[in-house]
Nanobody, 127 residues
Framework: QVQLVESGGGLVQAGGSLRLSCAAS????????TGWFRQAPGKDREFVATVSWSGRTTDYADSVKGRFTISRDKAKNTVYLQMNSLKPEDTAVYYC????????????????????WGQGTQVTVSS
């Protein structure tokens, strides 16, 4: 059994920053891709960022490029999403996910590729 637990969400003013954490526990995952997705009320879940197992390769949605940074700390089994210059349109529930199946993928922006999901953490950006 694998658990992914997100934390770090909250209420912040526009222009502010938050750092989300995604901690993995339970069965040893081994090498895997981690992604962050978000879902705003009335909208579909959308890709935010992804990081390779090594941490050297990342990819971002155009809407967050230059503002968000994803990183991995293998020693802590944790992936972070540093969010700067937050905008009201960043308001959503943020989910982390792990893609553990062997494949040619290094990173992934496709939700269907992910096997395990966290419960989500709410991020609210006020104007």
């Amino acid at each position: 059994q694998v658990q992914l637990v997100e934390s770090g969400g909250g209420l912040v003013q526009a222009g502010g920053s938050l750092r989300l954490s995604c901690a993995a526990s339970g069965r040893t995952l081994g090498s895997h891709i981690t992604g962050w997705f978000r879902q705003a009320p009335g909208k579909d879940r959308e890709f935010v960022a992804t990081v390779s197992w090594s941490g050297r390769t990342t990819d971002y949605a155009d809407s967050v490029k230059g503002r968000f940074t994803i990183s991995r700390d293998k020693a802590k089994n944790t992936v972070y999403l540093q969010m700067n210059s937050l905008k009201p349109e960043d308001t959503a529930v943020y989910y982390c996910a792990a893609d553990v199946r062997p494949s040619g993928r290094i990173v992934s922006s496709t939700a269907l590729n992910y096997d395990y999901w966290g419960q989500g953490t709410q991020v609210t950006v006020s104007s």
